[in-house]
């Protein structure tokens, strides 16, 4: 039954029925919220819902006869009588074109994961990566390929052929590389193990075809149509072998201590001794339009970008498979592109970075400390990062440039080293849109626009500074600074030491790179005389003013609460916490006149002028308030101190 017509092509011209364009080829919107399709050199996305506006655009220079829209990548493929096959955007920007072939491009399609595609003409077969770039030519003595269906796993093709034929193609010879490993797959289902120190030679033979595999941390998971491989690189010989429940995985991430599998039904979170940890769950969970640029994971945390709401990233435990802390989604301002866990570290310091629709970066603790998480940008036009594989070090292409974050978790602690603590490298020897493949021990893989692989080093440095940090090494960082003398390293362990609160290495390193005025802080800082105070004026060198006030508050330090916002000019979060707890009204209103009598300003706010009049003003009285307030929480300082002494000399009796 005709449901409904979408399109007709028909026009009226000087009264005459002129028939417009047919059309060729259409192909449903990853949301089937939409359908996009051809009339003669132009595309044509129409929405379903009625009197949406088309969008359309000239695509070739000749009749397009094929298209293609893939549900996981949102990308759109093309190809025509200029004998061009061309990929875009799903906003018509042109981001591959491919040179003139012999004959017209008579048939497109995508792989089912979006991470190649195939495309037929006259005697020819060509296997594409997903952007533009050839894998393979085929030459078949098959007339032109009219139509192209790939299997569900994503492993063979079929082509309709114009000589009455179906052809069938499958797919080898793919590369992963890890180390010093190099693995091939050479047949369907067989794979050569090459280690390039010395040259030798595994061959690893499987019983069913190879669908996915994945080369990281130290092992190798294969994943045929029946079962899972999980080889250490150690031991090529005895793999662990698990059965599967379904023969379609789409995808497979590795971290250090587990690996995740994804497939049609879920998504399974095994170790590397073959066990199932979790099998997380999220609300509208769809795992066949999931991919490596929507979903990340770590040692304790798998981030998962919703695809109803692009803005929504789910944070699932990891062993538990619930989601982490209230259960509350990570939501950013606008559509998230791509999402990357760090992977070093305790879960509580877990950092997530992110690439939105804007191609600007973010970053964002993955626990939530306080009401609401801070996601705060790092950098503007990134298309591409990796995490390293071991440390806490993140890299990107910026514009046109390569940059290394070596200590993003800056930002959080002091905004104005983040942009001192960054490496920033030409980045043309790339060429036009490179991808970062991999980013492990000291070198960076990136991939050329041409596919073609290129290898950059990063300095040792930085990554043996995280490790001396991460292991309380406070004088060994200290002396690799001193050796290196670079203001980035410098800057690095200035940030780590505040981050671990150790003011002695944050005094030298903030001296090294010439910041006096936070040199003079720490030093006001180590001369306070209880820890409470200590950590909350730690807490406003890096900028949470709110965190240090709750410190304040909680140990019952009010007066000192009411002097930080004084100190900041927060003239009313002072008087309203001078008024809640019915103390040093009068120090408020005193500091306020001053402030004032400074700059030759009048009293303008209405709340101060109200108290003004109720409160009398004795800068004597003040000063003697103050310091009773300073002689009491030296003698609470003095009693915990006390109290430990006495706590540690008992312990010690009783041993």
């Known amino acids: ?58 695509a070739h220079d000749g009749v397009i006869l094929k298209v ?19 990929v875009w955007d799903s906003y018509g ?9 012999d004959y017209p491009i008579t048939s497109v399609a995508w792989a089912p994961d979006g991470q190649l595609f195939a495309v037929g003409s006259f005697n020819t077969l060509r296997l594409c990566d997903k952007t533009g770039w050839s894998y393979a030519l085929e030459k078949p003595n098959t007339g032109s390929v009219f139509n192209i269906a790939w299997s569900v796993d994503g492993t063979q093709i079929a082509g309709a052929c114009g000589n009455g034929h179906v052809i069938f193609a499958h797919i080898i010879e793919q590369h992963w590389e890890w180390k010093n490993f190099e693995i091939t797959l050479t047949k369907r289902r067989s794979m050569q193990v090459r280690n390039v120190l010395n040259d030798a030679l595994d061959v690893l033979e499987f019983r069913d075809r190879i669908i996915k595999a994945s080369l990281s941390h130290g092992h190798l998971v294969v994943v045929t149509s029946l079962q899972c491989y999980v080889y250490s690189t150690k031991n090529w010989n005895t793999p662990l072998i698990f059965d599967l429940k379904e023969g379609t995985v789409s995808l497979i991430l590795q971290a250090e201590r587990h690996f995740l599998l994804l497939d049609g039904a879920g998504i399974y979170l095994y170790s590397y001794e073959g066990r199932l940890i979790s099998s997380p769950k999220f609300p509208g969970m769809r795992t066949d339009i999931l991919s490596s640029q929507t979903v990340s994971l770590s040692n304790d945390t798998i981030a998962v970008r919703d695809k109803a709401d692009d803005k929504v990233i789910y944070l699932i435990d990891a062993i538990s498979g619930k989601p982490l802390g209230d259960g509350k989604p990570l939501v950013h301002k606008i559509e998230v592109l791509e999402v990357a866990l760090d992977q070093f570290g305790s879960a509580n310091e877990r950092k997530i970075a992110i690439i939105d629709k804007n191609r600007d970066l973010y970053i964002a603790s993955v626990r939530r400390f306080g009401k609401e998480q801070k996601i705060i940008k790092i ?4 298309h591409s990062i990796a995490w390293n594989d071991k440390i806490n070090i993140l890299c990107g292409m910026q514009n046109m440039y390569f940059v290394v974050w070596y200590y993003p978790n800056s930002i959080y602690v002091d905004k104005e080293l983040l942009s001192k603590t960054v490496y920033e490298k030409d980045a043309s020897e790339f060429g036009k849109s ?18 073609s692989l290129i290898y950059t080093s990063i300095s040792p440095y930085p990554a043996i500074l995280h490790e001396y940090v991460s292991a309380s090494r406070w004088d060994d960082a200290v002396r690799l600074c001193r050796f290196v003398k670079e203001q980035t390293m410098w800057s690095c362990l200035a940030a780590m030491a505040i981050a671990h609160k150790d003011l002695m290495t944050a005094e030298v390193a903030y001296a090294a790179i010439g910041e006096i005025d936070k040199v003079q802080y720490i030093n006001f800082i180590k001369d306070l005389p209880s820890k409470e105070t200590r950590m909350a004026h730690l807490l406003l060198l890096t900028g949470n003013v709110q965190d240090a006030e709750g410190i304040l508050i909680q140990a019952g330090l009010i007066y000192q609460a009411i ?11 002072a008087l309203e916490l001078a008024v809640k707890y019915k103390t040093h009204v009068d120090t408020v209103l005193a500091y ?6 400074d700059f030759q300003k009048e009293e303008s706010s209405k709340r101060f002028l109200q108290y003004a ?22 003698e609470h300082a003095a009693t915990i101190i006390n109290l430990n002494s006495a706590g540690s000399r008992s312990t010690h009796i009783n041993r």
């Open 1 to 58: 039954m005709l449901r409904s017509t979408m399109v007709q092509q028909g026009r009226f011209l000087n009264y005459k029925i002129h028939l417009g364009t047919p059309v060729y080829s259409v192909a449903w919107g990853p949301d089937s919220d939409k359908i996009l399709y051809t009339s003669g050199k132009q595309l044509i996305i129409k929405p379903l819902q009625p009197n949406a506006k088309l969008f359309q655009w000239k």
């Open 68 to 86: 293609d829209w893939n549900i996981v990548n949102d990308l759109i493929l093309s190809g025509g009588e200029d004998c061009k096959y061309k």
């Open 93 to 101: 920007r042109l981001l591959y074109s491919s040179q003139a072939h």
């Open 379 to 382: 950098g503007t036009m990134v």
């Open 434 to 451: 490179p991808q970062i493949v991999n980013y492990v021990g000291n070198q960076v893989t990136v991939r050329r626009a041409d596919g």
């Open 563 to 573: 002097q930080i916002n004084i100190n900041l000019f927060n003239w009313d979060r």
């Open 592 to 597: 306020r006149k001053k402030f004032l009598e």
């Open 613 to 634: 009049e109720g409160v009398e003003v004795n800068w004597e009285k003040i000063q003697a308030k103050i310091e009773m307030e300073i002689s009491k929480e030296r």
